[in-house]
């Protein structure tokens, strides 16, 4: 299986970046929290790709691309883009790729910050997960290895 890591604006630095709301694990520790959590054999079925653009039209460029490659899922976290881009939320909603929306931090707990408490593009993704720091990727990869085996059967 194949999985797209998709990670927008302001995200290209995941562990150095305002460590005290979004966690200090890097994306580089992220093959192994799978492993922790799927065990090896199940891991190493999974083949991760990973995209990182601060720009709208980039990250939908490579959605779009994901579609021709026939990737598997997407575990997306769209940053600030999650709040206003009604653009993203259109392309997931046709590409047809199962999609796992992620935040490091728990959106809904940033309570002096309302503006983050939406999502556009939930209701073109299976689910969300919020608030685990980089674990929250971990999880998303295993939601849609979950729904990889449910669907196979
Ligand atoms: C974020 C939450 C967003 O509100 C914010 O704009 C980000 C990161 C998160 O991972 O917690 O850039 O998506």
């Known amino acids: 299986f194949t999985i797209l890591i998709a990670n927008g604006p302001n995200l290209g630095h995941i562990g150095r970046r305002q460590p005290e709301i979004y966690g200090s694990r890097s994306l580089a520790d992220l093959p192994e929290l799978i492993r922790d959590i799927l065990g090896p054999e199940k891991a190493g079925r999974i083949t991760l790709g990973h995209f990182q653009a601060n720009g709208e039209g980039q990250l939908i460029d490579r959605l779009e691309e994901a579609m021709r490659q026939g990737v598997d899922g997407i575990v997306l976290n769209a940053g600030a883009y999650t709040h206003t881009s009604l653009a993203l939320a ?23 910050e309302p503006l983050r408490h939406k999502s556009l593009i939930g209701r073109s993704c299976l689910g969300v997960i919020a608030g685990f720091g980089l674990h929250s990727y971990a999880l998303g990869v295993c939601a849609l290895w979950q729904r990889f085996m449910d669907t196979a059967q």
């Open 90 to 112: 259109d392309c997931l909603a046709w590409i047809g790729i199962p999609c796992v929306e992620v935040h490091l931090s728990n959106i809904l707990a940033r309570s002096d």
